[in-house]
């Protein structure tokens, strides 16, 4: 029936309650297990619907202000004075199950509703649509110690699991297969017009599986996923106010000045965000290693309102996958291994819950960290900046092993652990304005670089593979001068550091199979083509394309390059006799379709 209790003038709660004690003892099954228990266990029930509770001073804020006798929807609640937390429109199902011959006992809740922040000046704080599901409790066998156990209420309860009367005319059905905590909803978070959040969030934890590790190994683990859909936040001054102003605020990734909405805004905006994060933690309670990883995506990211200053990440993207392993350096978790989502696929994807019906799905193999975008910056009066930068952006962290070459050219027979930088940059540009002139640099140019630094402890030691292509520079201006260099390319494998004379055989360390020589590194640019690093030792290489013209007079145009290697080469005397091969370093210079005019016409 209807129950109004008060605890304390501080708990507050009315609604419709439903409390119900099975009969008959039955036998269950747990999940994991196709066969039914061997005791028989009571059942207990505690069913709820259109609860209202407050928790707070200055209640009991939900009221019958129309005096029908009942507290819902349609009454006006006491807002005077109130100050804490309402729950409104809460259903739930609660059942307890206890066997009869030992200490093993099980739980289950699922509830909906939705709760705000009343009465805090300045801050509003609601959440709308939470659903709350837990399956849980604990087994006690004939022998051992007891374990974390929670009821199949499917196989024991048949196809509608277990319904829990929570009015004299509604149910909840109870229908978990695995044990569970998890709970979702949608949140909206404003501290005055200096901060506002709003977006789908969901958090789950579930019960004991078996986690693959990076190296093939394995252990028993505990997962804990948080994940966030339609994330939109805003920090900084005179932003939204209201959650009108701030649907016309974050669609517009900033200051919605055609429609009037939070013009003077100044901060930083994230719009359409979503991400997924695991934690994952051994059971055993000796092993104190500790691994994550993070999916995440926003629409944009980046400053509001300043003057003279824009900076935007449009298409954001990170990757991350990582922890710290007390055993084993860099070893971190496979998440393309494992049924470590609960959804009984032991090879795949692992799906994380954003929300009640988004997803992201995790797939990292080995220790990474990756971020992309496409950048674009701009100083200077809008619509009249001093400068602008925009391109694609890539960057990914990672630990491997790379084969040297020394000053002779020679591989050294050991590889050498490494963490890896690698940066790929597409389509990117840079235009300068100066006295009325435009200079334009790297406008299409890509690049990608990767750079290695020693993990081995006290060695200072650092590599680097760079490559560029189809950038140009153009320096015409309106004085008689046109001159531009086009189809910009840098190819350079070089070292750094102290006494340091070695470069990375890219071939060799990353060759698909034993002694092929064939590997490469693909740097991401975010962009269609990515840059390829195939060096097998010192190398620097420079050319481009070169084109002149000065007061429609002298005409210069040609394709200039240089290029410095090492190489080995035989040496033969005059007798015909072969020495070597001798390590030596080549220098070359080329000049290609070169050609120049004086004149007019």
Known sequence: GNVSLS????????????FEKAGTPINVRLVGNTAAEADKYSVLTIGASDVNAFLGSGGPYF?????????????????????????????F??????????ASSFYALQASGSGELVGISGVHLNAADLLIE????????????????????IQTFGIDGLMVPTSPISKIKLKFEQQIIRASGSITLQVGTNVFVSGDVAFSKGGQVTATLSDGTQKEVSVITVGGDDINIF????????????????????????????????GVALTGAQFGLALVTPTDLADSSRYYSLKASANSFGLVGLQGLTANVAGLEILVNGGSDSTVNSRVVDFSQGDLDGDAATVGLTRIMTSDTGFVELSATEYLLKASGILEISVGPAGSPFVTLSGAVAIKVSNTSVYLRDENNVLLPDPV??????????????????????????GGLTLGLAY???????????????????????????VGLDAGVSEVTVSWNTS???????????????ETGPDLNNGEVLVDTNGPVAARLDFEGEFLSLAAELTVSIGGFLHINGVFAYISSNAQVMIVDDQGVATGPINVSVVTGRVENATAFAGSG
């Open 7 to 18: 605890l304390s003038e501080f708990v507050h709660v009315s609604g419709s309650f439903a």
């Open 63 to 91: 009221q019958d202000s129309n005096n029908d006798g009942v507290i819902d929807s349609n009454d006006t609640p006491a807002v005077d004075g109130a100050a804490g937390i309402a729950f409104s429109n809460i259903d």
């Open 93 to 102: 199902a609660l059942a307890f199950m206890r066997s009869e011959l030992t």
């Open 134 to 153: 837990v399956n849980g409790g604990t087994a006690h066998p004939a022998t051992g110690p007891p374990v974390v156990a929670a009821i199949d209420f």
């Open 235 to 266: 920090f900084g001054f005179n932003g939204p106010s209201n959650q009108s102003e701030a649907d016309a605020f974050f669609a517009l990734g900033g200051p919605a000045n055609d429609s009037g909405v939070a013009t003077d805004a100044v």
């Open 417 to 442: 652990d490494v963490s890896a930088l690698e940066i790929g940059v597409s389509n990117a540009s840079a235009t300068v304005y100066v006295a009325g002139q435009t200079v334009v640099f790297g």
């Open 452 to 478: 290695y630094t020693s993990l081995v402890a006290g060695d200072t030691d650092s590599w680097l593979g760079l490559k560029t292509f189809g950038g140009n520079l153009d320096l015409s201006t309106s």
């Open 496 to 510: 750094f550091g102290a006494g340091n004379t070695t470069t990375v055989d890219f071939k060799k360390s990353f």
